[in-house]
């Protein structure tokens, strides 16, 4: 995957790497805090005295000097050293230790911060899940610095992961700032499991219960955990077949599927928590229906689009769409429906055409299955001639190049048209055990309609459902989150400009 990805890098330079080049930043992530200052009230224009930590190759720090007003006191601090710039104070130090915390207390002397920023991101070097907490420890060392240093009011900018302790910082941060929201500005790519955190409103409690910033307390199950975890995600003898067909340790970055797999699985939730996007076919017959409901609303279309930022109303709206689609598309049969189809009986004609296209759903079933098993035999060997195992003879000239495809090009796609055309054949490339998954439904489909006319009193509840549903979801999503974070740091190192970025952002 990795040669993949250096194989199409044009694509991967976007129009943020060509601004920021354009407009004399060092890095494409300069985006990242303009949007949100630009986002939260230009907070930026307001502060006298902005730490930025973790700041090489200084790209926030020279928004800083742009934004913030004349001579304010802006200090950057990196472990990695930093070209000096003008109208900021650089130094190299480790923000874990003592040193910087020492070195900045004498540049501020008496002063306090209104701002400080975090863009942090440790080495990428171990495993996911080791990365995943140095991170989430980094994070928590950045805001002790910050609970130092800032003003009665003040705002933290902060860069975090989606892990499992995503939810134990947001819950720190709302212990010490009015106001906490996480959000995800547009230079930030969406395959980048990286949010940023915007804490305002300062809250300088007198007294700190230590606990609160102490990485034991606040992340206590993990590193006990680490090794076990790691084993279990990177042995192939440990593979275990998900429903959706998904293995653990499959680290691919970025998902999508289409929305009418969404709608024919008969596992939504594992679908939602492990694709990033749903696909539309505009010609596809079945779409053409469903765009028609007036719930395919602009916010469903756009939900869709990334589905790993989408919070519990935008998941319930996509679940209770899904539900009416299914009615729409006769998957699922409504429940007074189902009563009628109970007590009418058919004629002697009804009953004819209705094993005849049982005889035909049959027969396309069949097609659908020798398709895939097909589809599943080209991957294999896909598979076996990216690893040097044999040449590529069986395998179509146009498989082999859409193998090629980045899968982060899809921007690029979309300018030219070919998006249908590459998420198709993505949809070959990554999807090969999902679509094992779907036949393996395929062959429960028929029982699968029984077992919903049994559980129709079930069906209501779909509030409570729909709870569940969602707590379930959030835990596979953070679950997997977690692992794509190494793919992310390597992304996004490359996207930084100078070479004195050695980490992702
Ligand atoms: N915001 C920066 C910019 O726009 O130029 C980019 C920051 S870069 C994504 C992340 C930085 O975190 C790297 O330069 C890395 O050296 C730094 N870093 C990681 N761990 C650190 C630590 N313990 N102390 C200080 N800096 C650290």
Redesign the pocket.
């Known amino acids: 995957m990795g040669k993949t990805q250096k194989k199409n890098s044009k694509g991967r330079l976007d129009r943020y790497y060509y601004l920021a080049k354009e407009k004399g930043y060092?890095?494409r992530?300069?985006f990242?805090?303009i949007q949100i200052n630009e986002k939260y009230g230009h907070f930026l224009e307001k502060s006298k005295v902005v730490i930025?930590?973790?700041?090489?190759?200084?790209?926030?720090?020279q928004v800083a000097s742009k934004l913030c007003p004349v001579n304010s006191l802006i200090i950057g601090?990196?472990?990695?050293p930093m070209k000096p710039m003008p109208n900021v104070i650089t130094f190299q130090?480790?923000?874990?230790t003592e040193d910087?915390r020492s070195k900045l207390r004498g540049y501020m002397k008496t002063w306090k911060a209104d701002t400080v920023?975090h863009?942090?991101?440790?080495?990428v070097g171990l495993g996911w899940v080791q990365d995943a907490f140095t991170q989430s420890q980094?994070t928590l060392?950045a805001l002790k610095l910050a609970v130092e240093n800032l003003v009665v009011n003040g705002t933290f900018v902060t860069k975090i992961f989606r892990s499992k302790d995503y939810n134990k910082l947001i819950w720190v941060f709302q212990q010490l700032f009015e106001k906490v929201e996480a959000t995800k500005p547009p230079a930030s790519r969406n395959v980048s499991a990286e949010i940023f955190v915007v804490c305002k409103g300062f809250k300088a409690p007198k007294r700190l219960d230590p606990r609160l910033l102490d990485p034991k307390e606040v992340f206590e199950e993990l590193p006990d955990g680490q090794q076990n975890m790691e084993s279990k995600i990177y042995n192939p003898e440990k593979k275990v077949r998900k429903r959706q067909g998904y293995e653990e340790g499959d680290n691919l970055l970025y998902h999508e599927t289409s929305i009418l797999d969404f709608v024919r699985t008969e596992d939504p939730i594992s679908m939602l928590g492990e694709m990033n996007k749903f696909t539309i076919d505009e010609n596809d017959h079945e779409w053409k229906i469903l765009k028609k409901l007036k719930q395919t609303t602009d916010e469903f279309r756009s939900c869709i689009e990334d589905l790993k930022v989408l919070g519990k109303k935008d998941f319930k709206m996509i679940l209770r769409w899904r539900k009416i689609a299914r009615e729409i598309l006769g998957i699922e049969v409504k429940d007074d429906a189902k009563t009628e189809i109970e007590v009418v009986p058919l004629t002697e004609e009804e009953q004819i055409e209705k094993d005849l296209q049982g005889l035909q759903e049959k027969q396309r079933l069949n097609v659908k299955r020798e398709r895939r098993r097909k589809n599943e035999m080209k991957q294999k060997e896909l598979q076996r001639m990216q690893m040097n195992m044999i040449t590529p003879t069986d395998i179509g000239i146009e498989a082999a190049s859409l193998g090629k495809e980045s899968l982060f090009n899809l921007k690029t796609a979309e300018k030219t048209g070919i998006l249908n055309d590459l998420a198709k054949g993505k949809k070959r490339m990554i999807f090969t055990d999902d679509e094992l998954a779907k036949d393996n439904d395929i062959y429960i489909d028929e029982n699968i309609m029984i077992k919903d006319k049994d559980s129709a009193a079930d069906a209501d509840d779909l509030e409570s459902e729909l709870n569940a549903m969602y707590s379930d979801y959030k835990t596979r999503r953070s679950e997997r989150d977690a692992k794509i974070l190494v793919e992310n740091r390597e992304e996004?190192d490359r996207a930084?400009l100078?070479p004195?970025?050695?980490?992702?952002?």
Request: aromatic share 2%.
């Open positions: 060092r890095a992530s300069s990242k805090i930025d930590l973790c700041a090489a190759p200084g790209s926030w720090c601090v990196d472990i990695v130090s480790d923000i874990t910087c920023l863009d942090g991101a440790p080495n980094l060392q996004e930084v100078s004195t970025c050695n980490t992702a952002t």
